[in-house]
């Protein structure tokens, strides 16, 4: 290679950087994901991020530093509040990540919509979309007033002249992959631009105290960098999941500088855009086949909120050597040892039938405290006796068949109470954590084969 047209290797996925091509990366262990690109020179990030009072390069103290408590600005949607830790903080950097197609430019035009009513100025800049198309998505999701602003724009460097020009207070950019900067040779969508790019939104974020949301897209072929690049620049990721074909949306807190992580916010995706879910539970268990065998309700926690799921299992005699496992929406090791377990602790034999999990209604969820449902849906599969449908059951299943503790049992079983459950089967260990009701029996199990007799 010539000299002045340095080029390196990156991961697409993680963005490692590597001198040598390499068939599988070392960081994020993908294979086929790294691709040449010239890298940044002059780069920006030896720009230094600074406050926009304190210019100077002075070390300060903590108390010194005033924090107004306004600062955190609701959305106006509370699905959205809780996963951002009660609203945004200005000067902000934001990346909402997810598939194409599953809601994000939906999204967040609502969230414009509902900071232009509360009379924030909300600059919106789309890589993606024609001024048309935004405003014939507008037209969907309702009347947008306010100050709000819409811009076409892929070149960092005009976007950053219009945002200094109009000093907005948050800024939403419409999908990072499509942005770049002028001075990196290498196309829209490489690591490197999507990396620069970012690079001055952060400065644009922390040196003029404005909430900046990213868009990205997670790819999984082509050589579009994945927003996980981009992941430790940022101070919050949330991503936007959930079954194409299925109309409800997860949004998830995976890293979060101001708030707790793992919170998570449940839309509905209808005619008119994305619809709050108020109450996951009530609405991850509509639906449900009653005395069908293998189908189990149980409880999980997601943050600070109990969600009631309907965990499922199938198991169907093999006609193979070597049975088939599978598990959708939770860890399919984890029903592997479930099975061990069952196997060695019950003499059940497993090896005889193909096994099949699902968490009904497209979700994911791995707690632990989900491992007494699975073990109970698979048992009343396998005896084809269904469990009755008014019962609930959660624990966490230890290896020699024993049944642990779980926290936040009471919210749980409040949370089944709630939607009308009867009996409840616990971790024995937790019963003396929870507040009797009559509403509620509860049955406390100290192993699993005590909680198989009992269904
Ligand atoms: P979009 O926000 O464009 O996805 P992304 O920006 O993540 O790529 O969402 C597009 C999908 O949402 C599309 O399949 C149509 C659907 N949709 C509705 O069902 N109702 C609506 O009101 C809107 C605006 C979109
Ligand atoms: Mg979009």
């Given at each position: 290679m010539a000299k002045g047209k340095a080029t390196a290797f990156f991961c697409k996925e993680c963005?490692?950087?590597?001198?040598?091509?390499?068939?599988?990366?070392?960081?994020?262990?993908e294979w086929n994901t790294m691709v040449e690109e010239p890298t940044a020179k002059g780069s920006s990030a030896r720009r230094t991020v600074r406050d926009p009072e304190s210019r100077n390069v002075k070390p300060v103290k903590l108390s010194e530093v005033s924090v107004r408590e306004q600062d955190r600005v609701s959305t106006g949607y509370q699905e959205l509040d809780r996963v951002l830790g009660s609203g945004?903080?200005?000067?902000?950097?934001?990346?909402?990540?997810?598939?194409?197609?599953?809601?994000?430019?939906?999204?967040?035009?609502?969230?414009?919509?509902?900071?232009?009513?509360?009379?924030?100025?909300?600059?919106?800049?789309?890589?993606?979309?024609?001024?048309?198309?935004?405003?014939?998505?507008?037209?969907r999701i309702g009347e947008i007033s306010g100050e709000l602003f819409f811009l076409c724009e892929t070149s960092l460097d005009d976007i950053e002249e219009a945002i200094r020009e109009m000093k907005p207070e948050i800024v939403i950019i419409d999908s990072i992959q499509t942005m770049y900067r002028e001075d990196i040779t290498s196309a829209p969508g490489s690591v490197?631009?999507?990396?620069?790019?970012?690079n001055i939104l952060m400065q644009i974020a922390k040196g003029m105290g404005i909430t900046v949301f990213i868009i990205g897209h997670v790819t999984k072929e082509g050589v579009?960098?994945?927003?996980?690049?981009?992941e430790h620049m940022v101070d919050t990721v949330l991503y936007f999941e959930g079954e194409r074909n299925a109309s409800y949306r997860?949004?998830?807190?995976?890293?979060?500088?101001?708030?707790?992580?793992?919170?998570?916010?449940?839309?509905?995706?209808?005619?008119?855009?994305?619809?709050?879910?108020?109450?996951?539970s009530e609405y991850l268990l509509s639906g449900r086949p009653e005395e069908a065998s293998g189908a189990v309700v149980a409880c999980s926690i997601e943050g600070t909120r109990p969600i009631l799921l309907e965990?499922?299992?199938?198991?169907?005699?093999?006609?193979?050597?070597?049975?088939?496992?599978?598990?959708?929406?939770?860890?399919?090791?984890?029903?592997?040892?479930?099975?061990?377990?069952?196997?060695k602790r019950c003499h059940y034999e497993m090896s005889r039938y193909d096994a099949y999990v699902n968490i009904a209604g497209g979700v994911r969820m791995n707690e632990p405290a989900l491992d007494l449902a699975i073990v109970m849906a698979l048992v009343s599969s396998m005896k084809d006796r269904a469990v009755n449908p008014k019962t609930i059951i959660f624990g966490e299943v230890g290896l020699s068949g024993e049944i642990r503790a779980v926290s936040m049992a009471e919210q749980r079983v409040n949370e089944a109470a709630k939607l009308g459950?009867?009996?409840?089967?616990?971790?024995?260990?937790?019963?003396d954590k929870i507040k009797r009701t009559d509403r509620i029996t509860l049955r406390g199990v100290s192993n699993i084969r005590e909680a198989i007799g009992l269904i």
């Open positions: 963005g490692y950087e590597s001198a040598k091509w390499m068939g599988q990366c070392p960081a994020c262990r945004i903080v200005a000067g902000s950097l934001v990346l909402v990540g997810g598939d194409p197609g599953i809601g994000k430019s939906t999204l967040l035009l609502q969230v414009c919509r509902n900071l232009g009513r509360d009379g924030h100025r909300v600059l919106y800049i789309s890589g993606e979309e024609s001024l048309r198309q935004i405003k014939l998505r507008a037209n490197s631009q999507v990396r620069e790019s970012t579009v960098a994945g927003p996980r690049v981009l997860i949004l998830r807190g995976v890293k979060n500088r101001f708030g707790s992580t793992n919170e998570i916010g449940v839309f509905e995706m209808q005619e008119q855009g994305l619809v709050e879910v108020e109450n996951p965990v499922q299992a199938l198991l169907a005699q093999t006609n193979y050597g070597m049975p088939r496992r599978t598990a959708a929406g939770t860890d399919y090791n984890r029903v592997n040892l479930l099975m061990a377990v069952l196997e459950f009867e009996v409840c089967i616990l971790p024995k260990v937790c019963l």
